[in-house]
């Protein structure tokens, strides 16, 4: 017991001695616990964070059903692990004798239970909310004001403590026509004539026309309300309706006063007793499908997509596996490499009675004590960067959840849980004993007189390459022979490097299967425009079928255009037309590969059987699914664009078209995009449990110079012949494609009208809608101010406001950012671990090798030839290392690429080319500063000096 004290004092003077490689284990293992504390904290601080920010947008409730009786909530309550509910009933509409609204002369009151205020987001501008059932806290729509520039806040104070009575009724519609119909698209009802139909609360206000009437008629007793509060404005409360929202609060015994009400539910779970088939089981017990609130419960790793949870843990996993790889290799670096000063002072202890236990204590005493000291440091040094990376991060996660205009900003705070600091210390422990285990484990070994001789007793011999000589001279010869004889040097300082980069390019590789998936999930909306530049200004035009007073016709827009074009303001003008699903395409048109796509998703959804209304079997397979889906039914879609002719020429040329066919033949012909993703989120046939993603090249069966059938309906289609087939890079520069959903065919404008001919078509806007690009000159103050007021006056032109490219941002691509600033921030830290990894590496080689450097300058060897060995010993290490990287990269692409198509289909992840590319260089000139700088710190000594300087 008394050597191993005095083993722990003389390890202690040692590591005194050796400040500068005592300093760089320290600060490498305070990273390490940094680190740790940002994955175990942070990632809790995080979750909690967004919970708070996601239940800004749909409230902090988890599930909701809607017209559940009560028999169906009695069997709800009773489950395990619903662990709350909250009751709202609609009570009805009612006018509101202050309203100053004309669009909404109406009142839509709910009631709800207290607690509901909270959970739903209820936010009070001014008064309170409302505590019994005669009291309302009414929406700030009430205003018209609320639309307009001039918004007053002040003037909802006179609302508060007026009262007034309610009486609720319903509406109908009523047809004034003898014959024909009237129908509105936006609720999807159509009044035949002299029909009367029942229409929701939410429909929008009319006044009576020649067409149709409304009829009211009064529902229950009057109501006494007093407005006791404003609340803000909610996404339920929606413009378009004829009431504006009000809450008033209901007491649980209020709600099924009779056998058929029903009501609407919200429900907070206990998400630490959920199942993946608990909100599936809840479904099947009330007969009806719920309202998941996703932007809550994904950061639980408990929504309803058991992939996108499954991806959650997999990421912290991961960062948790390369922090410890990364720590791992820094602390076993630094021991490794101090391998022979070690064996000295162990080796004179050896001699005098250590055992290889006591030795192997010195390492573990030297690693512990220094975590010992690093554990608090890291852990107290971790929450401020959690905290101010928060902070960070803030605008990108408000971003993703669209909650960029939040009512209230939402403050950041440190959530430390006891298992997350437990965590923090086992795996700081662990990654300290796993990283000095190898080292202590082979300085136990090493006997007395080879520990005082400070070597290894190596058996084999090896020979001085002198070809080596003769290809890089004297200098090449001796960093030939460092490279052969001190392995354990070369192999530390490979290590360090391999590690940096592996980490680099794994991350860097994931995250880019992780934009691919976030990209399929949630960017699968088909949009497909020209690029804009910032100013330009964007106008819509769509052809109607029948001429109506008060519409633009063709003439009118082509007239339009004409004006535009002759104004001096306006530098350029540029028309796309376009139609999603123009064209109808029969299955010989699509590949194999794309084939089995979609049965993978028929597969996912649980397509195996279907049946009529009388019963009969409609398809009892994924192949008769597939038959009657899309060979029976030509169920392939493709979309037409119509570009100008200068840029639809400049495409053709980048993917090397057949000229012949696109220019100078009589019949249609186009370039075909084919290029498809099918998902079940873009291709939806059932319910899935998950998610699942198919990329396909060339999902088409056909090539340049082949011919196929476009069919408008059954009988009526147009022969056309591919010209040219494009990939990303052809067209990327002038069109932006997102959603892949389906094929699409480029035409110029005469290929367009010879199909619109062809099709007995008017014109080409036929096919669709016209977007025009205007590019102003100058501010375009005039130009912007002729579209609104054309616009302004016709259904069919629509003018598109300037912050067009703002608003076409989508949610994949916020989360993307998102993704990639934590990436960015992970790199940056574990970054400084390999740094130092890197530093303490090439310090101690260049410290071991001052003797050699006296020994070969007492020789006359020049400093510059020194250096130039040291560079081609570097160049050596960076071989290996770039090499074992590649080996390593290239097999953990293979394991993420296993991984996200085993879990989520068939992906094209795309290799970060130009960053790996950038990691070569950057690290090249890294390892190549770091040699040069540290050896120029050595001062020329005399030999004799050198050899002598054998100390600890």
């Not at 690029?531 to 052809?543: A, I, S």
């Amino acid at each position: 017991m008394g050597n191993t004290k005095i083993v722990h004092q003389i390890t202690g003077q040692y590591m005194k001695m050796n400040k500068k490689r005592t300093l760089t284990t320290f600060l490498g293992i305070v990273f390490m616990v940094l680190l740790l504390t940002c994955v175990f904290v942070g990632k809790d601080t995080a979750i909690e964070y967004m919970r708070e920010v996601a239940s800004e947008k749909n409230g902090k409730w988890h599930i909701a059903f809607y017209d559940l009786n009560q028999e169906d909530y009695s069997r709800l309550s009773r489950v395990d692990y619903v662990k709350k509910t909250v009751q709202s009933k609609h009570l009805g509409l009612t006018t509101i004798p202050f309203s100053e609204n004309q669009n909404r002369p109406f009142l839509n009151i709910r009631g709800m239970e207290a607690e509901g205020f909270d959970w739903c987001n209820v936010t009070v501008l001014a008064g309170r909310l409302p505590q019994n059932d005669r009291e309302l806290i009414v929406s700030e729509s009430v205003y018209a004001a609320f639309m307009n520039d001039d918004y007053d806040f002040s003037g909802q104070r006179s609302l508060l403590g007026q009262t007034f009575s309610a009486q609720f009724f319903g509406r109908k519609l009523k047809s004034l026509l003898t014959e024909g119909e009237t129908f509105f698209p936006y609720d999807g009802v159509t009044l035949k004539a002299g029909a009367v139909v029942d229409i929701t609360d939410s429909f929008p206000y009319f006044a009576d026309t020649d067409s149709f009437q409304i009829l009211y008629e009064n529902i229950g007793d009057p109501m006494e309300y007093t407005v006791v509060g404003i609340m803000k404005s909610t996404d339920t409360d929606l413009s378009s309706d004829a009431g504006a929202l009000a809450y008033t609060c209901l007491k649980k015994e209020a709600f099924y006063l009779n056998a058929s009400e029903e009501n609407n539910v919200f429900i907070m779970l206990d998400l630490d007793r959920l199942k993946v088939d608990s909100i599936w089981e809840l479904e099947n017990l009330v007969g009806k499908q719920c309202e998941e609130n996703d932007y809550v419960m994904i950061f639980s790793g408990k929504s309803g997509d058991k992939n996108l949870n499954f991806m959650i843990t997999a990421c912290e996993v991961f960062f948790l596996s390369l922090i410890i790889l990364a720590s791992v290799v820094l602390i076993y670096n630094v021991f490794n490499l101090s391998y022979r000063e070690r064996c000295k002072y162990l080796g004179m202890l050896s001699s005098v009675g250590a055992t290889g236990k006591q030795k192997r204590s010195s390492v573990y005493y030297e690693a512990f004590s220094l975590l010992r000291l690093a554990l608090p440091l890291g852990f107290g040094l971790g929450l401020p960067v959690i905290y101010f990376g928060m902070r960070f991060l803030s605008p990108f996660i408000q971003q993703v959840l669209f909650m960029d205009l939040v009512v209230r900003q939402i403050p950041v705070s440190l959530k430390i849980t006891v298992s997350a600091v437990l965590f923090v210390i086992a795996f700081s422990i662990l990654t300290v004993f796993v990283s000095a285990y190898l080292p202590a484990r082979h300085i136990s070994k090493v006997g007395a007189i080879q520990s005082i001789r400070g070597e290894e007793k190596n058996k084999k011999q090896y020979n001085t390459s002198r070809q080596l000589g003769k290809w890089l001279g004297a200098e090449g010869m001796l960093a030939g022979s460092f490279l052969t004889r001190q392995r354990r040097k070369r192999r530390g300082i490979s290590l360090a490097i391999t590690v940096f980069l592996v980490i680099l390019l794994v991350t860097s590789y994931a995250s880019k299967g992780i934009h691919t998936v976030l990209d399929k999930k949630l960017g699968n909306e088909y949009e497909l425009r020209l690029h804009r530049q910032p100013g330009d200004l964007y106008l819509e035009y769509f052809e109607i079928e029948e001429a109506e007073e008060g519409y633009y016709q063709n003439s009118d827009y082509q007239a339009l255009k004409e004006e535009l074009s002759r104004n001096p303001e306006i530098e350029k003008i540029q028309e796309i037309v376009s139609e999603i699903y123009a064209f109808y395409l029969e299955d010989s048109f699509v590949s194999d590969a794309y084939r089995e796509a979609v049965k993978g998703i028929m597969k996912a959804q649980n397509i195996t059987e279907k049946k009529d209304k009388e019963g009969n079997v409609v398809y009892s397979s994924i192949e008769e699914a597939y038959n009657r889906h899309f060979v029976e039914y030509r169920n392939h879609g493709m979309t037409l664009v119509v570009l100008p002719d200068e840029m639809f020429r400049k495409i053709a040329e980048n993917c090397h078209g057949n000229e012949d066919i696109l220019y100078r033949s009589p019949g249609v012909s186009g370039i075909l995009l084919d290029h498809r993703s099918v998902t079940t989120e873009n291709l939806i046939f059932g319910k899935t449990e998950g998610f699942k993603a198919y990329d396909i090249p060339h999902a088409s069966s056909l090539k340049v110079g082949d011919s196929f059938q476009a069919y408008v309906d059954n009988a009526n289609y147009a022969e056309i012949t591919i010209g040219a087939i494009a990939e990303e890079e052809d067209f990327r520069d002038y069109l932006q494609v997102s959603g892949e959903s389906f094929f699409t065919l480029l035409m110029d404008r005469s290929s367009a009208e010879k199909l619109a001919a062809s099709l007995e078509h008017d014109s080409i806007y036929q096919f669709g809608t016209a977007d025009l690009i205007i590019t102003p000159k100058g501010d375009g103050k005039a130009v912007r101010q002729k579209l609104i007021e054309v616009s302004g006056a016709v259904d069919n032109l629509i003018y598109v406001a300037d912050d067009y490219a703002e608003m076409a941002k989508t949610f994949s691509t916020a989360i993307g950012n998102l993704v990639d600033w934590m990436l960015i921030c992970f790199v940056v830290l574990t970054s400084m671990i390999c740094l130092l990894n890197l530093i303490s590496s090439i310090q101690g080689r260049i410290l071991d090798q001052k003797q050699e450097f006296a020994v070969l300058q007492s020789v006359g060897m020049t400093r510059k030839q020194i250096e130039k060995m040291l560079c081609l010993e570097a160049g050596g290490i960076l071989a290996e290392a770039f090499l074992i990287s590649v080996l390593l990269s290239e097999g953990f692409f293979a394991l993420i690429r296993y991984g996200l198509n085993a879990l989520v289909g068939r992906l094209n992840i795309v290799v970060p080319y130009g960053l790996v590319a950038g990691a070569f260089v950057g690290t090249v000139l890294v390892v190549f500063g770091l040699t040069i700088g540290f050896f120029r710190r050595v001062k020329d000594e005399n030999i004799l000096e050198n050899i002598r300087n054998d100390s600890v």
